[in-house]
Structure formats: structure tokens, C-alpha cells
């Protein structure tokens, strides 16, 4: 591995605020808070999903001709 | 004093390159987010100093200068520091390096006169083509020159990294290529393979068309093949981006990145899909079957995989950090991270608004839902969410990192580089959300006066002059950013003392290394012949399907139909022709 990356962690940055108070580990990590934000974010979507079906087959009304489509839009 | 260690200090040769690509790269920042502003502000019809017809020739440059200097030039430099910080060696011949950089800064010239030429009568050249340069659009040819100039610039520096890694795979045979290498190369293959599309189209059609050579050009062909590197173009601006999440982001936060593994398969699947995608571009488009651009979409949603990863990964990487900070609880670690440094600040948000901007470019992506918004002015906010703050924003974030690492100098002021980095993520969000909205009720793109008589856009929520002034206001920010981007870039480098408190030239650890995967994942010969069969699969039945639809050169002059099939109908007139 080169040198570079065996320096590890850069406790020299002027600009931390704190300095690092722990070291964790591979298997002391437990990423729960990413978990949360993932999560925040999936719904997000699901959310804006289910908007955009309002915007586009119930605001504009239907964009993709054609019988069995257009049938849905005008739903 | 411990002795410093920045890369200035490692590398000097190197880093004067790397100085210059970056200048380049912050040169055309400012001239085209100044360009940016006066359309702002005319589409807008908050103030017009222009006459409209000039408009196309201020979008051109502003496309030009921002989605192909500005970012391509940052790369070029970055990915010189991550070849040889990661390899720990120097580039083999300083020359050839000086060589792809002149080259690439001749194109930009030749592209930046000739479009300069639509505003200047004493300049002879005209290239109001805008940044996708589509045919009928005809520019004077130094444009096109300039262009592939540019681009086999691009090439050299690429085959600098790969000679580089060579050598260094000679005296290390049996190591994993490091991190940040294996980013470069990976990015530069797909680059390469997709950047054959873009010269075949100039220089086998518009280049001799726009020299008289030959009298006309298929336009569907010429605008397909700018599709196979125009998409592929928006992975080459992100890619050192995510470099940058991977590699710097995690050290930022106190922290290591998460998995080495997961990056690498991030990588490989830009590698592998970034080009079979970009009839994507053209779901509007008549002439390209139905069935094409469904593989193309197809293409599209897994490309949304790697994405996905990169979110889980690079929060994951800032988790530890903020951990190891002292971060507690399950949402309270956040205010543990280092909000006051504005290269992690800067980053952080960009990496934010590119989760916005990952919804809108599902809809885009989206080959029934892509009808609403095609053409419109959401997809300028889509762009300006990814490349516009995903990119751009991160690269200036890095650059408070860089800069003290390349000059030896402390940043000239750290706080206004805060600011400055805020300052850019509420001026995109006022315009950014503005555009997205706008075009969902069909405000178009591309367009000096989207103001019609005896027609009005009819928005849901709000009212077009709300949106206008939100769009005003926004560029307004972002320029005021940008020039405090670059005083701050300015100050700090002439005005600057040098300072021996730089920090290392380090990149972040990982938690779990490449030893955690298979050899296989650095297999790039593997990847790469993948990548190619991708494209042939997505490629060559709609090539040869619009070949023979409008022939080689378009319908002006004789086509050439390279037709499998002999079509009876042809030879009926050719034997017509000969007859008396």
C-alpha cells in the first residue's frame, strides 16, 4: 500500500475544529444515522413520486397517446 | 516545526501544472458564470443590455466554457494529483505533460475566439451553435478544430496516467492499484471510448461540411453521435467529483471511507454503462425506434446503482468522521462535522443538492415521463443541480484544500470562503427550483424571450413572475459567489505568504481496504470489453438504422445506403435508369 495512505487520518488540518476524540473501528462502526438518512431519502422520493403522477396524468393531461395510456390519463 | 509535507513540497514539477490546468479552469469559471448572469437577467426580462440575437452567442459560450473548460480543465488537474499522490511518483516526462496542457489550452482558444466572433465584427468567425452544436447549426470550422484539439488533449494527458500507472505496476506487480489511480484510469477508459462518438461526428461530417468539402450532413447521425459522448460528458465532470467524495471528503470529517470495495464498484459501473445511454437525450427524437430507447432507458435506471452507492458510502464515510469527532445519537453526529471548514462545507452541499438532483434526472430518464419535461426549462435546472453544483461546487470546495497544497500558502481568507460556498448552495436553490417548476408548465429552454403575445404560461402554484424574479436572484448569488471564489483564489495566491502549517498531502484511509475484494474488480482489460459490447448492443442497430433511413450524409447529396438488403425497389430504378 503506498505511503500515502497508511498517514490515515489528517490531524493537522488547520481547520478542525475538534480534534479527533475516538478511534472506531471497522466493527465498532455501526452506521445507523447513514441508515436514517437513506431512509429520509427513499420516502422523499416515494413522495415526489406520487406528486409527479399528479403532475403528469392529472395536471397536464395525458402526453403518451395511444388507446390503453390514454385511458389512464384521463382516469 | 515538523517539516511540511505538502504536494507542492513532494511534487513541484507537477504542481506548476497542476496550478496552470486549475487557473485555466477557474479563468473560464469566471467568464462564463458572468456570461451566465446576463442571461439570467434577459430571460428573465429583468434587464436586457443585449440584442437577442446576441443571447445564443452568450449561451454558447456560457455552455462551452462552464460544462467543458471550466470542469474538464479541473479534472485534468486533479487527476494528476491523485496519479502521482496515490503512486507515490512523479509523472515519466514533465514535457509530455506540459504538452497535453498546451494543447487542450490552443483548442480552448480557437473555441473561445470563434464564438467570440458572434459578437465582435472584427473577428471573421461565427459559431452560435450552442454547446451541443447540433447540425443544421453550422460553425466556423476553428470551432471544430479547437474542439478535437481539446479533446486528443484530453487523450495524452489520460495515456500521462496510464504510462505512469505502467511504470509503477512494473516496480509493484503483485499490489492492488490505489484508490484514487484506479478512479483516474477507470474514468479515462469510458472517456475514451465514449469521445470516439464526438470526433467521428466532426471530424468525418461537420468539420468537412463546414470547410465546403462536402454539401450536407445527416443531422439525426451527427446529433446521435454527439449523444454517445454527450452523456458519457456529464460522468467525466462528476467522476473526479465522487473522487473527491471518496478521497477527501471522509479525511475532512475526521473520519475514514467506509469501503474501499464499494468504491471501486462504483466505478467500474460508470465504466460499464456511461456510454449505451445517450439516446437517452433524444427519447424526442423521430427517426430512432421506440424499442432503441427503451434500451437506452433501460441503461439509464441501472445507472442509478452506482449513485446510490456513492450516497450510502460518502454519508457513511462523514458518520465515522463525525463519530470519531465525538458525534453522538442518531441524527445529532451531523452538527459534530466540520461545518466551518468550507471545503467540507462546500462538498457536503453539493453533495446534497446532487441528491435533488438524482429525482430529476429519474423523471428525465423516465421515457414517457421525459415528454413533459423535454426541451423545457427543468432541464436546465436539472444540469444546474448536477454539473452547475454537484460539480462545480465541489470543485471550488476542493480548491480551498488545493490551493494552499499547490502554492505552499494558507487560503487568503477561510471565512469568506464559507460564505462563498453557502452563498452558492441559496443561489441555486432559488434558481434551480425556480427552472424545475417553470418547466413543468412549459416554459421552454433555450430561448432569448420566452414571452409571448396572446399566450401565457398558466402555472399551478405561484405566478411566472415570481419565478423570473427567483431566477434573477439566484444568478445574482451564484455570481456574486463566483467572484468571491475566485478574489479569495487571487488574494491567496499572489497575495498569499507561504506557510509551513499545510497539512499533509494525504487522502483518506478506509475502514475496510481493497484486500476486502476480489483481484477481479481491478481487472480493467475485463470492464472495458463489457463496456464495449454494451455499446455495440445499444449502438449499432439504431446507427445503422438512421444510416439507412437519411443516408450517410444526409438527404442533400447522393446517400450512401449500406443496406444488408438488397431493397428491390432501388434496383428497379437503377435498372429505370439505364434503360432508354
Known sequence: MSSAIEKGVDGKHPTDETDQVRELDHDEYDPIGTAILVGIYFLILVALWIFMYF??????????????????GLA | MAMRNAYIDQFPEEARVIRAALWSSFLALMIGGTLGLIQGLHRTNVLRFIPSQDYYTVLT??????VITF??????????????????????????????????????????????????????????VLYTFYSPFQAHPAFYVGFVLFVVGTWLAGFDWFRTWWAWKKDNPDERIPLPTFMALTTMLFWYLSSIGVAISILAFLLPWSLGIIDSVNPLLTRTLFWFFGHPVVYFWLMPAYMLWY??????????????????????????LSTPVGIHHQYLDPGIAEGFKFIAMTNT?????????????VVASMEHGARQRGGEGYLSWLKALPWRDPAFTGMALAGLMFAA??????????????????????VVGHFHLTVGTAVALT??????????????????????????????????TFMSNAMHRAGLFGIPRRTAEPQYEGFSFDPAVGTVAEIDAQVALGAALLTLSVYLFITNMVLTTIGGSTSDAIPDNTYAGTLSGPEDSPAIIDNLKLWTSIAVVLVIIAYS??????????????????????????DPSLVLESVRGVMP
Open chain 1, 55 to 72: 403532475i403528469e396524468f392529472l395536471g397536464n393531461g395525458p402526453t403518451v397517446t395511444g388507446v390503453l395510456l390514454t385511458v389512464v
Open chain 2, 61 to 66: 459560450a456560457h455552455g462551452v466554457l462552464l
Open chain 2, 71 to 128: 470542469t474538464i480543465f479541473f479534472l485534468v488537474g486533479i487527476f494528476t494529483w491523485a496519479v502521482t499522490t496515490s503512486l507515490d511518483r512523479g509523472v515519466k516526462d514533465i514535457r509530455f505533460t506540459w504538452g497535453w496542457y498546451a494543447m487542450m489550452s490552443l483548442g480552448t482558444l480557437l473555441v473561445g475566439v470563434s464564438i467570440l466572433g458572434g459578437v465582435v465584427d472584427q473577428i471573421p468567425m461565427n459559431a452560435d
Open chain 2, 247 to 272: 478521497t477527501m471528503l471522509p479525511k475532512l470529517s475526521g473520519g475514514k471511507l467506509f469501503s474501499d470495495p464499494l468504491a471501486r464498484v462504483v466505478f467500474v459501473l460508470f465504466l460499464i
Open chain 2, 301 to 313: 435506471m441501472f445507472l442509478l446503482l452506482p449513485s446510490l452507492l456513492t450516497a450510502f458510502t
Open chain 2, 357 to 378: 438532483g438524482g429525482f430529476s434526472g429519474m423523471i428525465n430518464a423516465g421515457l414517457s415521463i421525459n415528454y413533459l419535461v423535454h426541451n423545457s426549462w427543468w
Open chain 2, 395 to 428: 470543485f471550488m470546495a476542493a480548491s480551498y484544500w488545493f490551493i494552499p497544497q499547490l502554492t505552499g500558502k494558507e487560503i487568503w481568507n477561510r471565512s469568506l470562503g464559507l460564505v462563498q460556498v453557502v452563498l452558492w448552495f441559496i443561489g441555486m
Open chain 2, 541 to 566: 442497430l439504431p446507427l445503422a438504422s438512421i444510416i439507412d433511413a437519411g443516408g450517410l450524409f444526409g438527404p442533400g447529396i447522393d446517400p450512401w445506403k449500406p443496406s444488408v438488403v438488397v
